[in-house]
């Protein structure tokens, strides 16, 4: 079964500061990958997402993502955090059945807190 | 912006109570989910449907029950609430494979 690793559960950075959140999936195919985002009390909201193509991704408030075949990996990424970054971040893969095709089945990271200090 | 909404946000009930959690969307989507999230943790899919008249238990075992009898609603259901059942409960939908799912704000559920 296919798993998903948030190695770091807490970061703390200081605002202005690069920030790199890192996930590394287990699977025997390149998966489809996700970081959503998460503020206290609300849901998720989706960061980015890669399927093919380009290995580095954009996605909304400034992340992007960097997809890593080698390393199994898909890291989030953001230059300069902004004290609204605060928040929890997971990293989810999505994996096709047997039958080729995907029900849209999320396996999800355990999260990474960021906090921010000003 | 997501079309997907849960209620109550917040619920806290006595043991021995049955509870209906809410879940509706507005966008057509043929897939909806339910993931259970313990604070700290991941979140784990407990059931989801493919379209009307379609349930699945998901990965993690749950006494909860779902129905789809409009493609827009997707209400779960346990029918003797207990403390082990407190947890967040997140509502999804999507409109097919390779698509990301859209999330609800959750219902944070606590029995007492």
């Known amino acids: 079964a296919q798993s998903v690793t948030q190695p770091d559960i807490h970061i703390t950075v200081s605002e202005g500061a690069s920030l790199e959140l890192r996930c590394n999936y287990s699977y025997g195919a390149t998966p489809y990958l996700f970081w959503y985002v998460q503020s206290p009390g609300q849901g998720l909201q989706l960061l980015l997402k890669y399927f093919s193509g380009d290995t580095l991704v954009q996605g909304i408030k400034g992340f992007e993502a960097e997809f890593k075949r080698s390393q199994s990996s898909f890291n989030l990424r953001k230059p300069s955090v902004h004290w609204s970054d605060a928040a929890e971040y997971f990293c989810a893969v999505q994996v096709p059945n047997a039958g080729g095709t995907s029900y849209g089945k999320l396996t999800f990271g355990q999260g990474t807190i960021l906090t921010v200090h000003p | 912006e997501a079309d997907i909404y849960q209620t109550p946000r917040y619920l806290v009930i006595g043991t021995g109570k049955k509870i209906t959690l809410e879940c509706s969307q507005t966008?057509?989507?043929?897939?909806m989910y339910w993931y259970q999230q313990d604070p700290g943790m991941e979140l784990h899919l407990i059931h989801y449907?493919?379209?009307?008249?379609?349930?699945e238990k998901g990965d993690l075992s749950s006494e909860s029950t779902v129905s789809r009898i409009r493609t827009e609603h997707f209400p779960l259901t346990l029918e003797s609430a207990r403390p082990s059942h407190t947890s967040q409960y997140l509502c999804a939908s999507s409109v097919g494979p390779y698509t990301e799912a859209f999330f609800g704000q959750g219902t944070r559920l606590t029995v007492v």
């Open positions: 449907s493919y379209g009307v008249n379609s349930t």
């Open positions: 966008m057509g989507h043929d897939k």
